[in-house]
């Protein structure tokens, strides 16, 4: 009896000891699963990651959300049938108010983006205040101070080999060599907070500067090619932090970036919100084809009230990196409006104006082989 009892307690001790173990494995299995999720990036950085050309919404302020502009966006070529049912059925823009703002970086890519959460705003026919937006709080984003930049373009030299770095870009991000040391050992944090170390060396008659050791862990564990960029900045306490701008390829071609949130249906879900007066999400991606489909809404209203036509002149501002080895510095844009489309209309729409542009670029004008398409 005794003996069976013990036999009964062990065997009882080992189901309990094992169903332990499945529950730990099957807890730390499903964490380990879990695909890495988007993070916080402070907002100085993001910005300069971004570029200066990128403006996002602040929290609290009043925007129009354009759904074509929010389709193209999402997709470089759309299908023309969903784009004719976007446009046909729903409204061609919708006043919200900025819920919240959340600047990321994807996990994926490195690439900076933002989510909001837009909240529609019942239009009741009388005129819309721009609500102010609340004051900055001091945090922990003041730490970065003033940021400086460089910006480079991969060439197929450094997408392969040894990076090399630009003189201009040396000397303005990076510590100065103190003589007689050709080399020192550079610490860089890129967005997603990890540290990365460079062996920066020095090379005399000609000056060149280049990593040459850490480089190609990075590019390798970046997937980098020619054509991304590769953003360092400098904060005012001297902390080196680095960033990456991906040429993006069509879907589908080899070696292309799939974004994620940024596909038709997710489009026809925030619109099908929008139309319902329910709030909904948009995802930004900063990229060189950049149009804004959340919109100041005061920035549009003093648009509607002009009285456009074809033939007026026009000044676009176009703005750059401070320092970058691009040759567009300082670029100012002129143009004439070429087409109006539906120039009765009272509402807000995406692309009204067809302006044939010209580029100012230290005082030389160039004329530009594309369209600039307005959203007001």
Not at 257 to 280: G, I, P, Q
Not at 296 to 321: C, E, F, P, Q, Y
Request: glycine share 4%.
């Amino acid at each position: 009896m005794i003996l069976a009892l013990c036999f009964f307690t062990l065997s009882y001790t080992q189901q309990f000891l094992y169903s332990r173990s499945l529950l730990s494995f099957s807890c730390n299995h499903s964490a380990m699963s879990l695909p890495p999720q988007p993070r916080g990036v402070r907002r100085k950085i993001w910005q300069t990651c971004a570029g200066p050309g990128v403006k996002i919404p602040k929290l609290n302020s009043i925007v129009y959300y354009f759904p074509k502009g929010h389709l193209e966006h999402a997709c470089s070529s759309p299908d023309a049938a969903t784009a004719s049912f976007l446009y046909d059925l729903y409204s061609s823009s919708y006043l919200c108010i900025i819920s919240a703002v959340d600047l990321l970086a994807d996990p994926h890519t490195d690439e900076v983006f933002a989510k909001l959460i837009l909240t529609p705003v019942a239009i009741d026919g009388g005129v819309q205040v721009q609500e102010p937006a609340p004051p900055m709080v001091p945090d922990e984003e003041d730490k970065d101070g003033n940021i400086v930049s460089y910006v480079k373009t991969l060439s197929q030299s450094d997408s392969n080999n040894t990076f090399s770095v630009p003189r201009d870009c040396a000397r303005l991000i990076f510590p100065n060599f103190n003589n007689p040391m050709p080399s020192q050992e550079l610490s860089l944090t890129d967005v997603q907070g990890r540290v990365w170390k460079y062996n920066y060396t020095f090379r005399k008659n000609p000056d060149r500067y280049r990593f040459s050791t850490g480089w190609t862990s990075f590019r390798d564990d970046k997937k980098l090619v020619a054509d991304d960029s590769v953003v360092f900045m400098k904060n005012s306490a001297g902390e080196l932090s680095v960033g990456i701008r991906r040429h993006m390829k069509k879907e589908g071609e080899e070696g292309g970036w799939k974004r994620e949130k940024l596909t038709e249906s997710v489009v026809f879900e925030a619109v099908k919100f929008a139309e319902e007066n329910t709030a909904f999400e948009v995802v930004y991606y900063p990229s060189h084809n950049w149009s804004d489909f959340v919109v100041d809404a005061k920035t549009v209203d003093d648009a509607m009230r002009i009285v456009w036509n074809s033939g007026m002149r026009v000044k676009l501002l176009l703005k750059t990196d401070e320092s970058s080895n691009s040759n567009m510095k300082n670029v100012q844009s002129l143009g004439t409006i070429s087409n109006v489309s539906n120039p009765s209309s009272k509402s807000p729409n995406w692309r009204i104006l067809q302006v044939l542009a010209y580029v100012i670029m230290f005082t030389v004008f160039t004329k530009v082989e594309y369209i600039i398409r307005l959203f007001v």
